[in-house]
C-alpha cells in the first residue's frame, strides 16, 4: 500500500520524458531569448 502522494509522484516520473529530451527544448528556448534580447534593442534604435 502506498500514500496518494507517493502515487503520484510515482505516475508523474512515469509520464515524466527523459532527462535529455527534457533539457534541449530549455536550451533551444533560451538560445532564442537571447537571439530576441540581441535583436530587439537594434530594432528599437532603427
Known amino acids: 500500500y502506498r500514500s496518494?502522494?507517493?502515487r503520484m509522484r510515482s505516475e508523474e516520473e512515469n509520464n515524466s520524458p527523459p532527462i535529455s529530451s527534457y533539457y534541449r527544448p530549455q536550451q533551444s528556448?533560451?538560445?532564442?531569448?537571447?537571439?530576441?534580447?540581441?535583436?530587439?534593442?537594434?530594432?528599437?534604435?532603427?
Open 29 to 46: 528556448s533560451q538560445k532564442k531569448l537571447k537571439i530576441q534580447k540581441n535583436s530587439s534593442p537594434v530594432a528599437d534604435k532603427n
Open 4 to 6: 496518494k502522494a507517493e
